[in-house]
């Protein structure tokens, strides 16, 4: 089989990343792999190209850019942002990628959205819904990928979880599906692995689900001290993180996510990460914490 050209947009970042990995260490295929940046002169662009990525550099706002960097590719995975630039310009960003794709008569697009995008009403749950529905119009071979809460967004709140505490604005008896972004690498190469088998397809994706309780013991037996939980007040949290993140957390509180993970281990073939496999990796080894 000749080799597919893939390219990865959002390679410099975790679910990029995630996708290079896995991509890197698929045993069923082989692909020539090139990997979107908005520069290709940092750290993180030289780390790709260590890797065996081809460095592309364009910009998901300049079109002309894309046209370049899409020329010739047989797959592409798109991951979209609202963090940079706020979920209008995620959707026009996502959109002008796809138009792109088309213009360059790409096989198959992987888009990584979020899941409940068809049911949160939350702004950066829409802007993917938006970028979605323009794919499903737009006539290309698509899979939507949609994962929930990463596993590694605890890394933003290390220090208090390696000195005791782990606060977050979920309600008592409430649980929260996660994901290993590793695990988004690993479902987007079974993707392109079997294109015919999943062109179509809409995936929600989790490895686990757990209380706020649940989430402190975890990191308890891996961190070999007390975590306690502390359920934050959304209001409070408002005032700190802002309306759209509390928004999204009173999404968590009253509905949240959906996803039936042993369904979807079934339906995809992948062992999904727990949370309790993935503080073991990351967290068991980490030096006791500076004095409180
Ligand atoms: N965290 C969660 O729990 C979670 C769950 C579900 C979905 N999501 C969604 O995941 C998305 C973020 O994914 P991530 O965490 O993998 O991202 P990330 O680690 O923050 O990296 C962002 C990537 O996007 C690239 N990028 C940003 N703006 C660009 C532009 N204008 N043109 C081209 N490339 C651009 C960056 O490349 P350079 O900087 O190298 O140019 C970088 O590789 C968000 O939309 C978020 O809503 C997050």
Redesign the pocket.
Known sequence: MAQKKVLV??????????VVDALRSDATAEYELYG????AD?D??AALAKRGVQVVE????DRASLDAAVEGMDYVFL???????GPEM?TR?GTRMVDACVAADVEYLVY????GADRAPLA?FES?RAVEEYITASGLEWTFV?????M??FEWQADDIERGTLAMPLAEDVSLAV?D?ADIGRLVATAFDDPIRWAGETVELAGDELTLEGFAAAFADALGHDVAAVHLDVDDYRADAGDELADMYQWFNDQGYDVDVPALSARTGIDYTTFAAYVDAHWASRPAPASA
């Open positions: 947009t959002g390679a410099t970042g975790q679910q990029g990343g995630a979107m940046t908005r520069d940092s993180a662009a364009a910009n998901m706002n991951v979209t942002t609202f963090f940079e630039e995620e960003q990584s959205s979020v899941a950066h993917k949609r994962p929930v809460f990463f590694q967004n994901v972004v």
